[in-house]
């Protein structure tokens, strides 16, 4: 099975700041790679699909890049609305998919 | 507009049963695969199970195959997770979330969860 990781686990940042947050496979995933924003009680918000393509409704500060194996979440100014986990998953096969451990964003 | 609305959750005692199901409106539910995922109280998001368009396949983690069964009943517009010999290590809220895109895997919807909670 494919295995996800995230660095950092946690970030604290201020508003305005860029924050980007890294997402590795254990192999080769093409571009099948999304993102989500999760608020405590809360269900999860899908933010990027595809690796870089941003969903309907999501604000431009959020941008996703990378492809195989490493990935990248960009926050180019960090809003008060953004502290959240952000999770990463995989979805190379119709059978498994995985998401990575996530990575909180708090207030610094 | 999109809704998914779980229910079904509860205490259950190790061992025991449980059936979520997920009520799906404002969209073409019988077009969608459909996933369950959960998340343990304060860990992160995991995969559980998915089932396609019309019921005929389906795929499990490994940590719930043989346990539990994923259905759908597109006459009703609803999903159901049959939940059997659970664990305390099953206790978790339960979200249903629609699928989309290369191999149904991008998670645009999601319902509000229901909390499973397995315990004596």
């Known amino acids: 099975d494919i295995q996800m990781t995230q660095s950092p686990s946690t970030l604290s940042a201020s508003v305005g700041d860029r924050v980007t947050i890294t997402c590795r496979a254990s192999?080769?995933?093409?571009?099948?790679l999304a993102w989500y924003q999760q608020k405590p009680g809360k269900a999860p918000k899908l933010l990027i699909y595809k690796a870089s393509s941003l969903e309907s409704g999501v604000p431009s500060r959020f941008s996703g890049s990378g492809s195989g194996t490493e990935f990248t979440l960009t926050i180019s100014s960090l809003q008060p609305d953004d502290f959240a986990t952000y999770y990463c998953q995989q979805y190379n096969s119709y059978s498994r998919f995985t998401f990575g451990p996530g990575t909180k964003v708090d207030i610094k | 507009e999109v809704q998914l609305v779980e229910s079904g959750g509860g205490l259950v005692q190790p061992g025991g049963s449980l059936r979520l199901s997920c009520a799906a409106s404002g969209f073409t539910f019988s077009s969608y695969w459909m996933h369950w995922v959960r998340q343990a109280p304060g860990k992160g998001l995991v995969w559980v199970s998915r089932i396609n368009s019309d019921g005929s396949s389906t795929s499990y983690a490994d940590s719930v195959k043989g346990r539990f069964t994923i259905s759908r009943d597109n006459a009703k517009n609803t999903l159901y997770l049959q939940m059997n010999s659970l664990r305390a290590e099953d206790t978790a809220v339960y979200y249903c979330?629609?699928?989309?895109?290369?191999?149904?895997?991008?998670?645009?919807?999601w319902g509000q969860g229901t909390l499973v909670t397995v315990s004596s």
């Open positions: 192999q080769s995933i093409s571009s099948w």
């Open positions: 979330a629609r699928a989309r895109g290369y191999s149904y895997g991008e998670f645009d919807y």
